[in-house]
């Protein structure tokens, strides 16, 4: 079966600063997409960052970017130049490309910016 | 300006009260989702349809009615609702193709049953 783990609930970082966070997954498949997704107190949940399973070219978008690695089934978040906005409790999601298969969520983490 | 827009944001309701939570989707999109979210819980997937014909069904329980007239509205019925069934329920909506698109969800519907 397919999962999603983020080991760590809560994170904290000091503003301008560098912050990484982890995920891991478990499939057998070898195409998917990989997804963090951003729940802000407002509670919409916005999508940050994706990436292709099939493209080695680590995606980033303006200051978040991913390390994505595929033998390890690892895909790591980072922040950089850390901001207020940005605390958030961020979920890594995983799906396959069926039409049929759920996205599947890991339980998230909650990332606290220190002014 | 979001492409999922759900209302009310806000429900408080009796536990003998009927009431709806709607959604509509802007982004032509084919399939659409519910979504609940309780304190200290994954989020939990609800009802999927996908060309208005519900592919999944996760269990729930009976007193949420889930109804999805075309492909950008779907609706949320509540009835005999419990206190434990108070949680923020996300809709949300993705164009399945076999692409592994992206999912795109709304701002919520808190709801307290009291």
């Known amino acids: 079966a397919q999962t999603v783990t983020q080991s760590q609930p809560e994170m904290s970082v000091q503003e301008a600063e560098t912050v990484t966070l982890s995920c891991t997954y478990d499939?057998?498949?070898?195409?998917?997409?990989l997804f963090w997704y951003k729940q802000p107190p407002s509670r919409q949940m916005i999508l940050v960052i994706r990436q292709e399973a099939y493209k080695q070219q680590n995606a980033t978008e303006n200051r978040f970017s991913v390390n994505f690695q595929k033998a390890a089934k690892s895909f790591s978040l980072k922040i950089s130049d850390s901001q207020l906005g940005d605390a958030a409790m961020y979920f890594c999601?995983?799906?396959?490309?069926?039409?049929?298969?759920?996205?599947?969520f890991g339980k998230g983490t909650r990332l606290h910016i220190l002014p | 300006e979001t492409g999922v827009t759900q209302t009310p944001r806000h429900l408080v309701m009796g536990m003998t009260n009927k009431k709806s939570l709607k959604c509509e989707q802007h982004?032509?999109?084919?399939?659409m989702y519910w979504y609940k979210q309780s304190a200290k819980k994954p989020l939990e997937l609800m009802f999927v349809?996908?060309?208005?014909?519900?592919?999944e069904n996760n269990s729930v329980p009976s007193r949420f009615s889930p109804e999805c007239p075309n492909s950008s509205h779907l609706f949320l019925h509540l009835h005999t609702l419990q206190p434990e069934d108070s949680a923020l329920y996300l809709c949300?909506?993705?164009?399945?193709?076999?692409?592994?698109?992206?999912?795109?969800f709304g701002e919520g519907s808190w709801l307290t049953v009291v």
């Open positions: 499939t057998s498949e070898s195409d998917y997409y």
């Open positions: 349809y996908s060309l208005e014909e519900r592919v």
């Open positions: 949300a909506s993705s164009q399945e193709d076999n692409s592994g698109n992206t999912i795109y």
């Open positions: 982004l032509g999109h084919n399939a």
């Open positions: 999601a995983y799906r396959t490309p069926n039409r049929d298969d759920k996205i599947i």
